[in-house]
């Protein structure tokens, strides 16, 4: 049974063109990571199901590295009517040239759902997402890395969003952004409008987590958070993770409402 409280004209907008050098080093001869298998399912395969389940209408996924082998993948799951490819030769620069690669989709008038393509994670994830307007995702148990894209909150309202740690603000609430952004169709051309300035200036090694920054610090009040802290998910950048998400995460999909049970 699908989930029956779709809003009309949403997209997915996934990111998948990076080359994953932190898990498997600088060669080009590895798979691409949204391939890897977890409890017989392809992450991108996991993916589609999920979107699919909840009513987004189509999926559009931004590829680079081994963009081939995602089509392969797409044939074998005959999803081709409902995932359209987005191909940016430059995947080797940084991601904000991925999400520009898009920005026609940013302003087509729909409602827009970006994600990350290398994220095993439990469909609640994108439960708690769907019923609001311009909506990110939040984990309070958030690692003392300098991996994690940090969000930090004061009454209520996003007061920075980045990598880098914050310390010379005053905050209540700080936790790690799962890759997931839910964005009305007036948010989703604004945004598209600041990945044209990056580029524009010349900043294509930026990620594109900055220009959502700005969107996010021009709009504060304009964003919702969604606490989804206890809920099993892991994004895919080192080896350990491949480890960790197939000992610990993958296990925790199974008996807890995840939808993908019963597909």
Known sequence: ????????????????????????????????????????????????ELLQFFGVQELVLVTGYRSEELGQELVRLNVLDYVSIRYNPRFRRGSLLSLWTVRDV????ASILCMDADVLYHSD???????????????????????????YIQNGRIIDFRKLMVTDVPYETMGEWPGFLRLVPESAARLADRLEMFVAAGRL??????????????????????????????????????????????????????????I
């Open 106 to 109: 940013l302003r087509s008038g």
């Open 205 to 262: 090694d930026a990620p594109y987590e900055e220009a959502m920054r700005e969107e996010f610090l021009a709009r504060p009040n304009t964003f919702s958070i969604e606490d989804i802290t206890g809920l099993p998910w892991i994004e895919i950048d080192f080896p350990a993770d491949v480890e960790r998400a197939r000992r610990d995460v993958l296990p925790r999909l199974t008996g807890l409402g995840h939808c993908l049970d019963g």
């Open 125 to 151: 994830l994108l439960r708690r997402l769907m019923p609001h307007r311009n909506c990110l995702l939040l984990d309070r148990n958030v690692e003392s890395t300098e991996e994690p894209v940090r969000l």
């Open 1 to 48: 049974m699908a989930f029956t409280e779709s809003v009309p004209k949403l997209r997915a907008v996934m990111m998948a063109a990076g080359v994953g050098s932190r898990l498997y080093g600088n060669n080009d001869s590895h798979p691409h990571k949204a391939l890897l298998r977890f409890g017989g399912r392809s992450l991108l395969q996991r993916h589609i």
